[in-house]
Each structure stands twice: as C-alpha cells, then as structure tokens.
C-alpha cells in the first residue's frame, strides 16, 4: 500500500432483534431481510442469526440493537453490539421494577439489634 492509499476497511453493521441472551456476555440477534424471488418475485423474508459480544450484559430478549462486524472473538463470535436501539417492553417493565426495589431498600433502614 502507498503513503496516499488512506482508505480503512469500512465495518458492516446491521439492525436486528435479540432473540437469546442466556449466555454471559453474548447474545444472539436475529437480522430479518427482505427479499424478491429470483424466478417468481414474491417478497420473502429471511433472516439469518448472529452471535453477538455483549461487554456489560446490557441487552435483554426483544430488544432492537445495532451490531458491527469485528474480528474473531471466539468461534461463533466476529460481532459487537454497538448500541439498543430500542428496548423491549418487557425489559422496560423489568428495569421499573428494579428500580422501585432499589429505592424501597434505600427508604426503609434495616432494625436489627
């Protein structure tokens, strides 16, 4: 490569929905595309599933993330989660309810003697 040659290999991300998360720091992302048949032309959907590093364990099942492709991490593993797009109800209603748990402990001071 020349001095002038700047150009990066540009990492491909894509946009999918979590679909497992019962491993420590992976989850699965399901990237749904949509697709004309060759000979027919009907518009099918496929979908292929991508097993994703999740550093902080932050993702739950439903959630929509954004991933990008990266180098080996393990054998199944060459992607990282860039961000959660959008979460999911039921994780939305999981974070409420830890959060009214958490400021319960703090209000009531524990009475043992």
């Known amino acids: 490569m020349s001095e002038t040659d700047t150009s990066k290999h540009v990492r491909k991300t894509r946009t ?36 994703v590093h999740d550093e902080t364990n ?3 099942e439903g959630d929509t993330v954004r991933i ?3 180098r080996p991490i393990s054998k199944l593993k060459s992607w990282r989660l860039l961000d959660i797009i959008q979460r999911s109800e039921e994780a939305e209603a999981e974070a409420e309810a830890e959060a009214v748990a958490e400021s319960e402990a703090v209000a009531q001071p524990s009475t043992s003697v």
Do not use: D, F, P, W
């Not at 019962?22 to 989850?27: E, F, S």
């Open 68 to 70: 990008q492709e990266t």
């Open 16 to 51: 999918g929905k979590v679909v497992s998360t019962k491993m420590n720091k992976t989850i699965v992302v399901a990237v749904e595309r949509r697709m004309a048949h060759e000979m027919y032309g009907k518009v099918i959907r496929l979908s292929k599933k991508y097993y």
């Open 58 to 60: 932050n993702a739950r």
